[in-house]
């Protein structure tokens, strides 16, 4: 377990390794917070102005929606850690069918 | 460890949300849940994508009459935000402190009640414009879609109220901790559906 190894022994050691990795951890939870804000101003203001075509627009905001939830799931989500490679399996099974099952409905109407 | 261990500041484990049998179990089956919801909201994704603007007659409302971009701006920037308030209570449940994280569970459950009382405005001015769900199959996909996310919040909030109610004397340890890591981890996968309608159904639906 690798929580089991962050145990040194001596509790006072451990109290400030572990405080410093979750103020580091809460850092970076901030910047994805801002990262997050950013992409999601950045998709409504490609929208609010006019003058793109949707053939730019469209897949621009999708491809800002699909960066935002990467950071969701790794930084908020916590998939960055350790331990997280049977949730991984889950989601990218979970992704793979629901892709597919867009492709074909969305392809279905196009011929 | 066990569940029903004391604990103090000192002896509070690393990783908490997975330091006993169960809670490995609940943590695995939680994700595996998750990956299911992938995989309904993505047919509620294509459902609506193959019946957008699909309507009965030319006086039917479409997509790019009905949305209105403030209103979903606000409704994301609120969703958003809860989503880091409850990134501030897990790491105060990592440090073991108990009122923190009540409190910003608190601040999570009212934004998400915020959000969910734009949805509802939201909802009732479409109806008035003769958008339903019956009035065409644009109405349908629509509503099953935002509806089933919205519904989801009104789940998530019921689920917050009611863990924040049962353990407001209990205090943390191992038995709770990990009920409290599950739910930030649905309300966080609530914000990803969220990031996907305001692009797909909003933002896409005003491009036309």
């Not at chain 2, 920037?77 to 809860?82: G, N, V």
């Not at chain 2, 440090?95 to 909802?123: D, H, I, Q, R």
């Not at chain 2, 789940?155 to 205090?171: A, D, E, I, Q, V």
């Given at each position: 377990m690798a929580n089991q190894q962050l145990n040194s022994g001596n509790p006072r050691v451990d109290i400030e390794y572990r405080r410093r990795k979750s103020a580091e951890e809460m850092r970076y939870q901030l910047v994805s917070f801002a990262l997050m804000i950013f992409l999601t101003l950045i998709a409504f203001a490609a929208v609010a102005i006019?003058?793109?075509?949707s053939w730019f627009t469209v897949p621009f905001i999708i491809l800002l929606a699909v960066v935002q939830v990467i950071f969701q799931l790794y930084y908020f989500m916590h998939m960055?850690?350790?331990?997280h490679e049977a949730p991984s399996l889950f989601l990218y099974s979970g992704v793979l069918v629901g892709a597919i099952t867009i492709l074909a409905f969305s392809t279905i109407i196009w011929w | 460890m066990h569940a029903d261990e004391k604990f103090t500041y000192e002896t509070w484990p690393a990783a908490p949300e997975k330091s006993t049998l169960e809670s490995k179990n609940k943590f695995l089956g939680f994700w595996f849940f998750l990956g299911g919801e992938t995989v309904l909201f993505a047919s509620l994704f294509a459902t609506y994508l193959a019946l957008?603007?699909?309507?009965?007659?030319?006086?039917h409302p479409l997509a790019k009459d009905l949305f209105e971009l403030p209103l979903t701006f606000v409704a994301t920037m609120l969703l958003l935000t809860s989503s880091l308030t409850s990134v501030y209570a897990m790491y105060h449940m990592k440090n073991f402190a108990f009122k923190k994280m009540m409190v910003w569970l608190g601040l999570t459950a009212l934004l998400g009640l915020g959000f969910l009382g734009l949805e509802v405005y939201e909802f009732t001015h479409y109806v008035h414009e003769g958008?339903?769900?019956?009035?065409?199959a644009f109405g349908s996909a629509f509503y099953a879609l935002v509806g089933f996310h919205g519904g989801h919040v009104a789940f998530g909030l019921l689920w917050c109220f009611t863990l924040m109610f049962r353990n407001s004397k209990r205090g943390l340890d191992l038995y709770n901790a990990p009920k409290f890591y599950v739910f930030s981890l649905y309300w966080h996968f609530i914000d990803v559906v969220w990031v996907f309608i305001f692009t797909v159904v909003y933002l896409m639906g005003m491009v036309g």
């Amino acid at each position: 377990m690798a929580n089991q190894q962050l145990n040194s022994g001596n509790p006072r050691v451990d109290i400030e390794y572990r405080r410093r990795k979750s103020a580091e951890e809460m850092r970076y939870q901030l910047v994805s917070f801002a990262l997050m804000i950013f992409l999601t101003l950045i998709a409504f203001a490609a929208v609010a102005i006019e003058g793109f075509t949707s053939w730019f627009t469209v897949p621009f905001i999708i491809l800002l929606a699909v960066v935002q939830v990467i950071f969701q799931l790794y930084y908020f989500m916590h998939m960055s850690h350790k331990g997280h490679e049977a949730p991984s399996l889950f989601l990218y099974s979970g992704v793979l069918v629901g892709a597919i099952t867009i492709l074909a409905f969305s392809t279905i109407i196009w011929w | 460890m066990h569940a029903d261990e004391k604990f103090t500041y000192e002896t509070w484990p690393a990783a908490p949300e997975k330091s006993t049998l169960e809670s490995k179990n609940k943590f695995l089956g939680f994700w595996f849940f998750l990956g299911g919801e992938t995989v309904l909201f993505a047919s509620l994704f294509a459902t609506y994508l193959a019946l957008k603007d699909k309507v009965p007659s030319s006086s039917h409302p479409l997509a790019k009459d009905l949305f209105e971009l403030p209103l979903t701006f606000v409704a994301t920037m609120l969703l958003l935000t809860s989503s880091l308030t409850s990134v501030y209570a897990m790491y105060h449940m990592k440090n073991f402190a108990f009122k923190k994280m009540m409190v910003w569970l608190g601040l999570t459950a009212l934004l998400g009640l915020g959000f969910l009382g734009l949805e509802v405005y939201e909802f009732t001015h479409y109806v008035h414009e003769g958008h339903t769900f019956t009035s065409s199959a644009f109405g349908s996909a629509f509503y099953a879609l935002v509806g089933f996310h919205g519904g989801h919040v009104a789940f998530g909030l019921l689920w917050c109220f009611t863990l924040m109610f049962r353990n407001s004397k209990r205090g943390l340890d191992l038995y709770n901790a990990p009920k409290f890591y599950v739910f930030s981890l649905y309300w966080h996968f609530i914000d990803v559906v969220w990031v996907f309608i305001f692009t797909v159904v909003y933002l896409m639906g005003m491009v036309g």
